[in-house]
């Protein structure tokens, strides 16, 4: 075993220290390649890093500037295999990868990466069929596997549930009961996020899974479902039910059930003592029986759940009536989803819950989020003033309020000097917000800005200022542009921004790119470093130019991730194909 290898197989054995990834980066500098020791050292300084540092936005360019250079390089003939991939501190941690190549080569792949997690999609970018699923977990090298992915998009993604095929979820889990080599998985993620959705789980599958001796160091499992249906709750109880006694309870870290339906029957499952080491509990869909007013009080308890940091769970009464409850102390993340009534989405009910919440003296997240349905009404400036003046809230580093059919311009107008040094920001803005935004000094340290403007038209000119403000730097990383770039004159700001030439995911839905405003995003220098672009435009024969252009190798020379309308023309999917292949999703709207 060459020197070289044997640093690999020490950082596989310990994924979490930077020691053996120094040591390979001083290898790599002895034997020659000064670029990839410089890349290691640049990206394990970054890992270490606060976003405000004054050092991070060159760092962040200069790493995306290295990778573009040798990317190639290092990845050899992967280069054109892998669908995705994603480097961290310095090495090829994550990639997404079809069938074919992964059961003929992939042992290569993991000698010569430490990979850690794995996406599995088909030539169409979509999710496995049943026989691929057996065929890649049968591979002699899936010993290697920690964490899989088995859905075509992730949490997160604008586009989430609008494309790819259906999760086999039953496959998957019988599968991964029967190979008994799979025994260092840590992560699992059934998240049912595309079109075709998750199907339900069967019990006695699951119960195999819950059972399998191999599976006892999974520590974050993710069972969230964009499609889990109104009503479903009583699905879920035998679910957690079976969970409490799985060989790998004891071990678990996350628990997600975004979008589920988890009623306070199913919940209380988690707090029988066998979830010990549990930190991260997601859970939030709305209905009308989840009663959690019963649970919540068990789920804040910290000698029931000892670890547990952050939870999300639906916002509702419970949340008034516990708010003084010092369980909430301790959570750093903290989630208020959906509501526990999807017919009462009335201010006057909402409202005094949050309130209360926000007045609480035990509450202090570094992180929040307020996702809910909600309405406009003269009392939510007040409601506003509320948070901004509460005692935790200039301690948030990120900051998500999703309210559709309601503006936050209170908060922004009422709060913005007094504003949180967030590192990451959501909100669904109006005009108001957007211009407030571009004159607000704490767009500095951001790393991801989320806007979603798809309810409100009057929003793109103010995205112009918003892309010419002197606060934006080369930080940010991650930008949502929906609907606030439906004008030439946005997206025109937008390609000339210099600030975001470390930009490498532009989800950009709702803002319908002309030919001309197409060309302009391919051609601009300020993107060159773009991973994932999400338009969700549709474009047909009359003009080639928007299409013709993107799918021309030389723009966005970077991009391996791309999602089109569905009205796109199968002419000009079969351009993108290509230049994409499996890179390339197609959005197919409701």
């Not at 759940?305 to 999300?312: D, K």
Request: with cysteine; glycine share 6%; hydrophobic share 40%.
């Amino acid at each position: 075993m060459s020197d070289r290898q044997s640093l690999i197989e020490a950082l596989r054995r310990q994924p979490d220290e930077d020691t053996p990834r120094l040591m390979l980066a001083d290898w790599y500098e002895e034997n020659g390649d000064v670029a990839r020791g410089e890349f290691i050292r640049v990206q394990c300084e970054l890992a270490r890093l606060d976003p405000a540092d004054a050092r991070y936005p060159e760092l962040h360019v200069r790493q995306l500037q290295i990778q573009a250079e040798h990317e190639r390089e290092w990845l050899g003939e992967w280069a054109d295999k892998l669908v995705r991939w994603e480097f961290r501190r310095g090495l090829l941690n994550e990639v997404t990868i079809e069938p074919e190549p992964y059961c003929s080569a992939g042992e290569a792949l993991f000698r010569d990466h430490p990979i850690w997690r794995v996406a599995f999609v088909d030539d169409q970018g979509e999710s496995l069929s049943p026989p691929a699923i057996r065929d890649v977990l049968a591979q002699p090298h899936s010993r290697h596997l920690r964490a899989i992915d088995a859905a075509a998009c992730r949490p997160g993604e604008q586009a989430a549930a609008m494309f790819g095929g259906e999760i086999r979820t039953n496959a998957w889990l019988v599968e991964l009961a029967n190979a008994t080599a799979l025994d260092q998985v840590r992560e699992l993620s059934f998240y049912g996020g595309t079109r075709g959705g998750r199907e339900g789980i069967d019990a006695d599958d699951w119960a195999r899974f819950c059972a399998a001796k191999h599976l006892r160091g999974l520590a974050h499992l993710d069972l969230s479902n964009r499609y889990d249906h109104h009503g479903n709750s009583a699905a879920w109880e035998p679910v957690l039910r079976v969970l409490a006694g799985a060989t790998f309870a004891a071990e678990l870290r996350s628990l997600r059930f975004d979008g589920c339906y988890t009623g306070a029957s199913a919940l209380s499952h988690l707090t029988g003592g066998k979830f010990a080491r549990l930190r991260t509990l997601t859970t939030g869909g709305p209905n009308t029986d989840l009663n959690l007013s019963r649970i919540l009080p068990s789920l804040l308890d910290p000698s029931l759940l000892p670890e547990l940091r952050e939870l999300t769970i639906s916002s509702g009464k419970h949340v008034a009536e516990t708010a003084n409850h010092s369980g909430w102390s301790r959570f750093e993340r903290i989630g208020l989803v959906g509501t526990d009534d999807h017919r009462d989405r009335s201010p006057a009910t909402h409202h005094p819950i949050w309130r209360a919440f926000f007045r609480s003296p035990h509450v202090r997240p570094t992180s929040f989020l307020l996702n809910s349905p909600g309405y406009y009404d003269p009392e939510t400036v007040g409601l506003w003033d509320e948070l901004a003046g509460a005692a935790w809230f200039g301690g948030l580093r990120e900051l998500s309020i999703e309210l559709y059919d309601q503006s936050c311009a209170p908060l922004v107008e009422r709060a913005i000097e007094n504003f949180p040094r967030v590192r990451s920001l959501t909100l669904t803005p109006c005009t108001a917000v957007v211009n407030r935004l571009a004159e607000w000094p704490g767009l500095a340290n951001l790393v991801e800005l989320g806007l979603d403007a798809s309810h409100d038209t009057t929003v793109p000119d103010a995205a112009a200022k918003l892309f010419a403000s002197p606060h934006l730097t080369p930080r940010l990383s991650r930008l949502a542009a929906s609907g606030i770039c439906r004008s030439e004159n946005a997206v025109a700001a937008l390609a000339r921004c210099k600030a975001l030439e470390g930009l490498t995911h532009l989800d950009f839905a709702f803002n319908e790119l002309t030919p001309d405003g197409a060309a302009t995003l391919a051609t601009s220098p300020h993107l060159k470093h773009l991973r994932s672009l999400h338009t969700w435009s549709e474009w047909d024969e009359h003009d080639r130019r928007p299409w013709l252009q993107l799918a021309d190798p030389s723009a966005l020379p970077q991009l391996r991730d791309v999602v089109v309308g569905s009205g796109t023309t199968e002419t000009a999917q079969q351009e993108f194909r290509r230049r994409f292949g499996p890179r390339l999703r197609i959005f197919a709207d409701c």
